[in-house]
């Protein structure tokens, strides 16, 4: 009994003990297998940079010479060219990113 305990003990880390009964004078167990792994979308419930923040940053460039390219954005808002490429299409703004920075500078 011992060693099908070792042999399957890999198995069973992803199962919990659901039920111990007696028959027969032999101990039957019964598990339940648990959930594995986390449910998509829990490790970022908030987002990293919103479309605020992408504003804000660049009116800062409105004065001077430096035009603000993506790459520059997303360093100063320490983030990914493509995190900032998402929160423009999940704002629903379907122009490139030039085209709008143009829009937001001229305005």
């Known amino acids: 009994m011992g060693n099908l305990k070792t042999y399957f003990k890999g198995l069973l880390w992803r199962y919990k003990e659901d039920e111990v009964r007696e028959e027969n ?19 970022n419930l908030t987002p990293k940079i919103t479309l605020n923040k992408i504003i804000e940053t660049i009116e800062k460039f409105k004065g001077s010479y ?5 790459t520059l954005v997303a360093r100063r808002l320490k983030v990914n060219n493509k995190t900032i490429q998402r929160c423009l299409k999940n704002a629903g703004i379907d122009l490139k990113y030039n085209d709008y920075v143009h829009s937001i500078i001229s305005s």
Do not use: A, L, N
């Not at 032999?26 to 598990?31: A, E, L, P, R, Y």
């Not at 430096?66 to 993506?70: A, I, K, L, V």
């Open 25 to 43: 004078e032999i101990k039957i167990t019964t598990f339940v297998p648990t959930q594995g792994g986390r449910i998509k979308g829990t490790k």
């Open 66 to 70: 430096t035009f603000p390219t993506q």
